[in-house]
């Protein structure tokens, strides 16, 4: 029996420090982080944390949170500790983006890629880039045929990037977007080959939007939350 990729929520939050926040002595900042990111694991199976300042100007830290999904309660309760962890600390951080959606078994491929990004793995690859993704309202208006053709060439290519990761996220009719892309790498420009060649395929045309791209660069939590001590 093919194995199928697990129903699962990956929530992205991009974070902005405060000046309220470089008011505090170093020890209370460390306190912080320390509440903070008990507060943030205590919300979900798998945390991480990423450095995102300098690679953009409106956010210093992204927290990955994953969680299986098992009861259809399993989102708000999510939500719920997520608010509780991060409240009392409003005054020190802003939150500036928020996307979240989650995992399916794709209707393009009949097993699950050995190229799947496993959002519980304890090892993380150094880069990571995310990106929300809308398609046009003509590719849902075309035949299941055409569009699997299309998604083939966009799997080939895929394939010879072989340590290239992705996890694909649905969020129809919860955000704006359709779906959120993400990958992660060891070598940012080699990712940067693949998106380049992926511009030139037929399916291309078929994208509304793919951005703004968030790339952020993994530590373990507290080394991340240690750079803004």
């Known amino acids: 029996m093919p194995e199928e990729t697990p129903k699962t929520l990956s929530h992205f939050a991009l974070f902005a420090f405060k000046d309220a926040y470089w008011s505090l ?5 460390a306190k912080f982080h320390r509440n903070w990111l008990t507060g943030l694991r205590a919300a979900a199976q798998k945390v991480d944390v990423y450095q ?22 399993d989102t708000a309760t999510f939500f719920e500790r997520f608010a ?4 009392p600390y409003r005054g020190y951080v802003q939150i500036t983006t928020s996307l979240w959606g989650y995992t399916r078994p ?4 009949r097993t699950r890629s050995m190229q799947e990004i496993d959002p ?14 809308v398609k046009t309202t003509d590719w849902y208006l075309m035949g299941r045929e055409a569009r699997q053709g299309m998604m083939n060439e966009h799997i080939r290519i895929g394939k010879q990037y072989e340590d290239i ?21 060891d070598d940012l420009p080699h990712f940067s080959d693949l998106v380049n ?33």
């Open 84 to 87: 509780r962890a991060t409240n």
């Open 52 to 73: 995102v300042f300098p690679a953009e100007d409106r956010a210093d830290i992204l927290v990955w949170s994953a969680l299986p999904m098992i009861e259809n309660c």
């Open 197 to 229: 060649e992926l511009r030139s395929v037929d399916g291309r045309r078929y994208t509304l939007r793919d951005t703004p791209l968030h790339t952020a660069i993994y530590h373990p939590a507290e080394e991340t939350l240690a750079l803004w001590r």
């Open 120 to 133: 519980f793995a304890e090892e993380r690859k150094p880069y990571l880039v995310m990106y929300p993704f």
């Open 165 to 185: 990761t992705q996890l694909l996220l649905y969020s129809f009719g919860v955000q704006d977007q359709e779906f959120i892309v993400v990958y992660e790498t």
């Open 106 to 109: 794709s209707q393009y491929t």
């Open 25 to 29: 002595s170093t020890d209370e900042r």
